[in-house]
């Protein structure tokens, strides 16, 4: 095999450059391209245009990585020509030329472009993914860009009987380079693709290779997922009869398509939903249509395979087919289309399907590979080539007309302008020839082109392609490019720059038009799959209104290619164009095969002739002669370095070429040949290489002489710090000594100390035991004394004895007398005693005492000098106080004076118009200074002398804005001059203590300081200024306050937001403290932490940016509207020059500029829209004129009265004057989107006689009112109209929603969780909204239940939100989650709001299964089973549902939220809200039971949930009774006695049990009243419980029914009911006849004493309330009648006068009572007959009964009374109209016989037009039929069902 070097060193066959050829013919151009084929070389070179064959086959390493190694960094002819060469002369060129590249592909089709294109996009990504290496860089941004060529290849491809990968769109793919050359992002531009492809091919031909792709490469699973079988059996991509191609792998189609979709970041589910489209679109393409009624689906299970995949509704995407609707006087219209137009509609929609699916692929691509900032670019365009089939239709004209354009840019590079600019510069030269396009292009192009009749044909309603076609012949038959076919058919030629083309004109406009009906529109965009709907979502319905006059209208399809067209050729125009043709060699595809005729052809029409003569003789490379200059400046030798830059090109180019052969001079330029440039270039190279060499010889001796002295500076750096950590630990070793030292000597000393211690206390001890001894051996002692002188006072006592008793009687006087003395004395002592131990006792006392007074007295005093401190605290206070008030008593008094000199200097300079402003002076002063003028964001009132005339300030979008220092005095409590930086915005003055540099400002309370709790007392209120990273909060907001203290924002360790119950507090945690801070209200919190949070998180430039904002009203120390000043009026005030004075209703402000100039230049702003006279101009007055004004707003005033006004409406407003003159403005309506007005009442015209329309705005809703129609109607509709064209508003809560979707699509998490922490609007709040988290519309709520007393949305919206914070307090939660269930039922704008409440009150909540958050997610569950919310708020639902199941797996709230994700997926639109049985199941996350009852009293109990609807309910009960085999066909009623009402299948039944109980509560409350109503509408029958019932309602056989199954019974039962209904045709016999067999059915033989009861079971009672009508006979023997019991009852009473009894009658017993007789007759004639069937058995009774109803041979039809007005029609006024399975037919009443029958196929249409009228039109007769009956929708419904069985039965599908 040969190596890479060997293929590049091959010989060259002929000649490698065909600029070089020396004989230039066509024949030896044709000759050398066919050599160089025959040797595999494909590439051949004309200068720097690449002429490329297709060989069809691989040519051996050819495109191998070594070969593009190989062209890197080498000049176009350095290498053989190759497609890498043109690739990387592009690459490089972005630097030589510093300027955009492009590369334009061009050729046939099947010539080979999108390979080329290919190759090119390889070799550039393996050019970037070198650099990125030596970089560093990522290379995924080159993966996806390559991966996108499958992808695009895949969708936009297709095989074609010119090409098996044909480019069936057009793309431009641009590549942004950085200047590292690292391919940093793209872009794909589409354009034109082939959507009919989708829908049609040709034979041979195939549909886009997806198809076959998914349909032989998918998986077995995925295909029966999708309900895909074998792709023979599928219309769209078998009718070519080309299915497979041995060239064309499909199965590795689909595994690179889908390899290829996941790197585009794709997800599993966003793939699914691409494969579910195009498998939408292959059943699409099988649905077939039949014409029963109009057109009808003939296949409704392929539809509804097909409504499945797109997640629609069936039967509305079947109605959205077969049915066109349109807006007649309010009123929706729908005509049957007839079948081709259904085939029409469904390829149209396949068609539009797979258009929107291929343009959002393309965006995904460019969202993966899309980049914000680009060095330089190169693009590929890949373009449709020339086509010209034997059929050529508008696809074919667009794209050749495309390749007209790139002929004409390849000829202006190539041929016009190189030429012009020879010719220009001077140079010697001799113009070529060749063939200009430019008159072809006129002819398609210009005014009255054929592109322009094309379009204004497409526009007319009436225009059709014969037209059309007229008037392109008409136009252009003289046209030397235009053909006209000699023969008149529908075509018309073009004579293009490649060869004559005929277009087949059929088809054109409607393919031009690309029509897509509203119909379909909405059905697909109702889809429950969020992908189906982004598909249209920016497509909007051509019947929606046009909100501005001047708004285009839905552009062509050729419009919107021609604006692409000449965006693609201006992109190309900015770039430096590279060329590759593309030849085609062979018709046949196969390789080594070289046609002649077919190439030369090519290289004729491509001009290639003159291409290769014009690059011979031409000078391809020219430059600027200081720009050839500053290139080769390498090349110029010193010499010549002072020279002029044209010597210096001369000098040097003569050097190379003496001859002067291959460069010219021109006047401004050097022209050069492609050659010399690159041996200049090579040259250069060379110079360049040795000064590079010699530079970076000298910046690595810098570098090395640079990293030496930073060596040696290290060294000596770390000598330096050695040595000093030497010293260091020298000094610590001798520290360290010198403590030890030290330690020793203490411990020395201490121990000393120690043994001396313990010698004193062993010495203390020793004296201590000494002690003891002496003192135990003394008491031993003293004992032993004790005991002698006890033995010795005995003996003495024994002695003595008797002594003292002889001398006892002597002593005894003594003694006593002595005992006396002594006791006297030891009581003295003792006293003695008491008295001292009393005396010092007192004395202990009075010590205590004095130390007690003492600190007494101390304490007092210091109370005493505290409260001194306090009583001189509060008398400075007072004094202060006294002062303040005596200040402002002055300044009220100087207020007064200078209010009354300005006024006096106004009325001094002006006219009387400035005098009417007295009368606004005449102020409550007392109320006036109470209020704080300068408190922020003040809005002003204004109201004029008219107590009825409220204005609101206009916003006008021209911002007019001024801003600058002014002095300014004004009202309230300051009066005097203060220096103010005003700043006029919006319309609203506004002025700050400073210029703007605060980020925010504002109160707070703040406690700092630990995170202890203290008093509220001891907080502190502060002025907090933001400004920068820097956080200042001072004493107060006057200038020169305090500064208390500064947060370093950006230093904190995080700012929290903590607020809890009512209190709107954060944290701000820095390293040293926490600073815990109140704001008065969670709005001014949230604000406040959302720009603290900003500025945590913003580097330096979003910092700046941030400052940069402009002023923010909050901010402001006051604000004016502009709206609100009377007058802006200079002033002379001698202290102050340059003043002027703002005049207002309430105030003046005097106001002081620096300079006249500034002065004057704020009078001409603030006059310009201020409420004096006003000038308009013609524009801006949309309508103007006189209209009574009434104020509706909620500020109600006493005696308001109506004022005619002068209203001038604007694009912003409306203003309202006094008078025509417009001298005296009263005020504005601002108008923005979410204003309204109501159209003009005709019931109002009767009571008032005039004509009212209200316009509600944000304030309040004024009625006006005219006497003229047309006025209002004018006034309404041009108010709408700027109410239109205003943007739509956005909340905060919007933003953050479409934040966090694009953060969920891009899968950034931590964006996500960002996004919540930054923004408490999102989280849950303990505290009550303030406002609507959306945009609700503004006025009062109309409703239909006045007692409900709703208000304004944005108020019910407030009260449901404070309604969910204390739900955990609730006992019984039911009622009010009805009561917000009912409103949202009630005020459909409220559901969005609600569910974003929901979702706010269920984030972030620290306990997932607390009380009131498991309330509110049962709320959640019950509004997601009954509303679903529109598309962007279900996204948000979804998502936050996921979210939180993901936070809390495993908890209560976790299973609520997957059942109410679970809801979401099925929720149907309801008509009631859910009834409690609902709610409480709902609660409980189970399903409900619902009772069915059918014929019999028999009932069955289902499982039903809140979206089960009736037709799955008729499914379950068909399968539960066996009934699959069945005749008929059954279906659900609401039943009340005799009145029932078929409910439709898609009816959810849980929505009629809510109906039934909302109905009895309403028949509890007002049983008469709602009777009557509900009667009246045929809904109720008096006494008779509601029911659900089941029971037949197509009768399709009723013959086939055998007498023993349960469907001959419910047979029999609905026959008995018609005939009790009177809706049989039967004689008063054959009735009571009837009724017999039933009582006998029923009851079995007659007994003694049986009787009727109640005659409405077996009798139609209401056949006795009229005249009787003669007997008819129709099928069996009639006898002739002789008088019987009617004779002599009320039958004999006249018409007139039964109908005076009936008017006359208030209720139903008095008509029983006039009637009374009657019925007892005809009971008794029933039992007569009854009696005779004696014996008679059950069966056999019923058998006869339905024997006798059988031979009507109309039985199963169903009779509907209805009333026929119309004179064109023979018929009488009261009729039956029969629908049965055949036929629709017209009877008389009870004549068995139809006066006219009209089958099913001749029936064109019908439908009800207006309410209760009903329409038929039938084919063949010239008017249409028209009847009166409330039963429109049930005989619409019946027919439709009848027919639909017609279809099925055609298409022989079972039922």
Known sequence: MATTLEILQVAQAGMSDMAKLQDLKVESILENIRQRFEADQIYTYIGSILAAVNPYKTIPRLYDFEVMEAYDKRHIGDLPPHIYAIANDTYYSMWKQTANQCVLISGESGAGKTESTKFILNYLSKMSQASAKEAGNDVSVEKCILQSSPILEAFGNAKTVYNNNSSRFGKFILLSFSKRGVIEGGKVQDFLLEKNRVVGQNPGERNYHIFYALMLGAPEEMKQKLGLGAPESYKYINQSGCIADPSLNDHEIFTNVNEALRDMKLNEEQVSDVYDVLAAILHIGNLDFITAGGAQVASMSVLKQAADLLSVDEYQLANALTEKTRLLRGELISTPLDEHQARDSRDSLAMNLYARCFNWIIGRINVRIRTKSTFHSVGVLDIFGFENFEVNRFEQFNINFANEKLQEYFNKHIFSLEQHEYNAEGLDWVDIDWQDNGECLDLIVRKLGLLSLIDEESRFPKGTDVTMLDKLHSNHAKNSFYIKPRVTDSRFGIKHYAGDVFYETTGFLEKNRDTFRDEMLTAIKESRSDFIYDLFEDIQESSQPRVNKNMRKKPTVSSQFQESLHSLMSTLSACNPYFVRCIKPNSSKAPNLFEKTLTLNQLRYSGMLETVKIRRAGFPVRRLFDDFVNRYSPLIGRELSSSHSQHKCIALLTKYDENNQKWQVGKTKVFLKEDLEIKLERDRAEKVEKFVTKIKACYKGYRARKAYKITIAKIVFVQKYWRMHRQRRRFLNLKDATITLQRYERGRKARQLF?????????????????????????????????????????????????????????????????KKRAEEERQRVLEKAKAIEAAKRLEEEKARKKAEDERLKLEEELRIRREEEQRLREQEEAARLAEEKRLEEEVRRREEELAYAMQQVMNHFDDSIAQLNSHTDLNLDNYYGEMFEEADQESEYQDEDPDDDSVSRKSDDLQYWEGYLNMKCGGMVNTWKKRYCVLRDETLMWFRAKQEALKSGWLLKKGGGTSTLSRRNWRKRFFVLKGIELAYYESDSDGALCKGIINIKQTKDIVDSSFGRESSLDIITEKRTYHIVADNADDLSEWFSILMRVKNANEYELKQMQDEDANPKNAIGTLDVAVIDSVVPVNLPTKPNAFAIITAERVFNMSAESPEDMNGWLKALTQYHKGQRTYSKEEILMSGWLTKENTGTISRPGITRKKRYFI???????????????????????????????????MFKEIGTWKFTIHSRRFS????????????????????????????ETPTQILIKELREASLNGYNDSIDEIYKLNPILRNVPYMLKSPLLPLPYGQIISSNVDKGYTTLQDEAVKIFNVLQGSEQLADPMPVIQGILQTCQDLKPLQDEIYCQLVKQTAWVKDPDNLNNLRNWQILCCMSCTFLPSRSILRYVRFHIKRQVELYPKTQMAAYAGYGLEALKRTRTREFVPSRDEIIAILGRRDMNATVFCHGGGSCQISINSSTTAGQVIHTLVKGMNLDSCHNRFSLYEKSGLVEKAIDDRSVVADILAKFESQKAQNGEKDGMNESRFRARGLSDRGKPWQLFFKLFCFLDTKSVKPDSIEYSFLFEQAHEEVIRGKFPASEEQLIHLAALRMQFDKGDYLHGDWINDLTEVYPVDRLKVKPKEDTDFGFQQRERKDTFIHGTLRGIGEKTLKRLQKSASDDNILESVYKDDVSATITAIIDKWKTLKGTTAERAQNIYMGFMRSWKHFGSRLFEVECHDSRQAYPKNLWLSVNKSMVAVHKINDPNPIDEFPYEKILSFGAPIPNEYKIIVEGRRSELTFDTTEVFEIAKLMKAYINEIVKKRNMIPA
């Open 755 to 819: 043994q001396v211690m313990m010698e004193e206390r062993r010495l203390e001890e020793e004296r201590k035991r000494e002690e003891e001894r002496k003192r135990a051996e003394e008491e031993q002692r003293i004992l032993r004394e004790l005991e002698r002188l006890k033995a010795e006072a005995k003996l003495r006592e024994l002695e003595e004895l008797q002594a003292k008793l002889e001398e006892e009687a002597r002593i005894k006087a003594e003694e006593e007398e002595a005992e």
């Open 1209 to 1243: 409406l604007t694009s912003h407003s409306i203003d309202i004057y006094k008078s025509v003159d417009l001298q005296h403005k009263l005020g504005a309506i601002a108008l923005n989107r979410l204003c309204s007005v109501t159209v003009p009442d005709d019931k």
């Open 1262 to 1289: 004024y009625n006006l009112y005219t006497p003229s129609n047309e006025e209002a109607w004018k006034w309404t509709y041009a108010i709408q109209e700027v109410i239109d064209s205003k943007p739509p508003l």
